[in-house]
C-alpha cells in the first residue's frame, strides 16, 4: 500500500492509523505546489485534484478524500478496531464526525488560514467560524477522552488539523477541554511517532525551498 | 423519523433520499436565520451549529452531517438500494464521493457564493475553485450516468447542489456533462417531487421575507 502525502498534512491522520494498526505502507512525498511526487512522478495523474492524501492499495484502487481512506484503512485492518463495526449507532457517529471535521474544520475554517495567497478578507471570513466550531467540539471534549465511546481514526483527523492552530490565527487557548484533548493524543505513542516523523520532513522540506 | 430542513438547501438530499424509499417521514421546516423551527423550537437545542439538515431517527438518535444522515437513511432502509453494500469496493467510492461533495463543492464553492454576507473578496476566492471541481467533475461524469456504478445516496446530494449554480455565478454550461447529468437526474421521480415540494416551499419562504 503506498500512501502519497505532504509533512503535517491531513494526509497524517492516515500515517497514524498505519501506526496504530501496525501495517508496513510506503510513503511517497508529495510537493503539493509543483504537483511531482519525490519520486519524479506528475501528481495530478493520480489525483487529478492534486491534494494529499491518496492511497494506492494492494487491489490496485487509488482512493482519495481523507474520511473515505481513513474508513478503508480501519475496515482493511480490523483488529487494530480504528472504526466502530459498519451499520451500529457508532459507526453512524464516526462518519458525523468525519464530515464535521472535514467541512467545519478543515474546509471552512483552516484552509484560507494556511493559504499564504488568499485574501485577508477570505481569511478573516474564515476565522469567523472559529468560534461556533470549536466551541461545539469544547462542548463535547469536555469530559470525554475521545470523540466516540473509544479511539478512532476520526480522533487521528482531529489531532492532525488542530496542529494547524499553530500556525494561523485559530487559538487553541479558548477551548480549554480542545486544548488538553489534542496533548493528551499527542503523547499516544503511534501519534507521537507520526508528528516526529512529519515535523522532521516538514523542516527538510523548509530547508529546501528557502535556498531555492 | 423526523428531518429538520430548509427549502433547496443540502438537506432536500434527506427528503429525495426517503421519496426513493417510498418511507414516511415528519419534515420540519427551520428558520436558519431565525435558528427557529416553524413549530416554535429553538433549533440549536437540536442542533448547536443550527445547520440542516439533522435526523431525529425513531431510536432516539439526533443525527447531524449530510454525508452521515444520507448513509444512516440508505442503511436503514437497504430494499431501497441507496449505497453500495457496507465495506464492498463501491463502498469506498460512495465515502470518497460524499466527502468530495461536501468539502470540494459544498464548503468550498458554494458556501460564500450563497452568503449575502460573505465579503466579495471570499466569494471571489470560492469561485477560484470553480474549474478544478467542476473540471474533475466533468472528467469523471462523462459517459456515466451516476456517481457510481448505480444510482446512490450521492447522486441525491450532488443534483441538490448543482442546482446551487442557478443564483451563484457558477456557470454550469461550461460543464456539459455535468449539466446533462443534472438535467438527467433531475427527471427521476423521486427528484422531481422533491423540487416541486421545496421550490414551492422556498418562494413561500421568500415571500414571507419580503413582506416582514
Known amino acids: 500500500m503506498i500512501l502519497y502525502f505532504s509533512p503535517l498534512a491531513c494526509s497524517m491522520a492516515t500515517r497514524i492509523a498505519f501506526y ?3 501495517v508496513d505502507a510506503a510513503y511517497v512525498q508529495v510537493d503539493t ?3 511531482r511526487t519525490e519520486t519524479g512522478v506528475d501528481f495530478l495523474t493520480i489525483n487529478p485534484l492534486g491534494q494529499v492524501p491518496a492511497l494506492a492499495t494492494d487491489d490496485g484502487l487509488t482512493i482519495t478524500e481523507n474520511a473515505a481512506i ?9 483488529a487494530a478496531r480504528l472504526a466502530p463495526p459498519p451499520e451500529s449507532a457508532e459507526r453512524v457517529r464516526l462518519h458525523q464526525w468525519l464530515c464535521f471535521i472535514g467541512t467545519e474544520l478543515h474546509k471552512s475554517l483552516f484552509v484560507a488560514l494556511l493559504d499564504a495567497k488568499a485574501p485577508a478578507d477570505a481569511r478573516a471570513y474564515a476565522l469567523e467560524k472559529e468560534t461556533s466550531r470549536l466551541g461545539l467540539l469544547e462542548a463535547h471534549l469536555a469530559g470525554r477522552e475521545f470523540l466516540l465511546e473509544r479511539y478512532s481514526v476520526a480522533d487521528a483527523y482531529l489531532v492532525t488539523i488542530l496542529n494547524w492552530s499553530a500556525v494561523t490565527p485559530v487559538n487553541l487557548s479558548r477551548f480549554p477541554a480542545v486544548k488538553a484533548y489534542a496533548a493528551r493524543l499527542r503523547s499516544r505513542p503511534a501519534i507521537a511517532r507520526a508528528f516526529a ?8 522540506e523548509r530547508t529546501r525551498e528557502l535556498r531555492t
Open 70 to 78: 481513513l474508513q478503508y484503512v480501519a475496515d482493511r485492518f480490523p
Open 20 to 22: 496504530e494498526a501496525g
Open 33 to 35: 505546489k509543483k504537483k
Open 197 to 204: 516523523v512529519e515535523i522532521a520532513l516538514y523542516e527538510k
